[in-house]
């Protein structure tokens, strides 16, 4: 509405509307990886295919599962605490 106050008064709004175009191809780019694991996790978390204490083998790193989130699946290789996203163990087998 504000935009088209502004056409209306003879100020040219070409400029601001392209700025928020690629704002928001910016903003979209940069959270799609968050989203990913966000969404990931809730699939991990709802559908349960494997629990905590559970050994499992993902994109080449294997280890027992400590907890399961929407970003990581931390995994306990002693003396390690592996966090692999939760994005990479969903779509790896």
């Known amino acids: 509405m504000g935009v ?3 056409g209306t ?3 040219d709004t ?7 175009g690629i704002t928001g191809f ?4 940069a ?8 969404l990931s996790g809730l ?3 709802t559908q349960k295919p494997f629990k905590s ?15 399961v989130d929407v970003r990581y699946v931390v ?5 390690e605490r592996i966090m692999i996203p939760s994005a990479t163990v969903y779509s790896n087998p």
Do not use: C, Q, W, Y
């Open 4 to 6: 088209a106050a502004l």
């Open 9 to 11: 008064l003879g100020i």
């Open 14 to 20: 070409k400029p601001f509307i392209t700025g928020l």
């Open 26 to 29: 910016t903003i979209g780019f």
């Open 31 to 38: 959270l799609k990886d968050i989203a990913t694991n966000f």
């Open 43 to 45: 699939m991990l978390i």
């Open 53 to 67: 204490g559970d050994h499992i083998k993902v994109a080449g790193l294997e280890g027992v599962v400590e907890t």
């Open 75 to 79: 995994l306990r290789k002693s003396p």
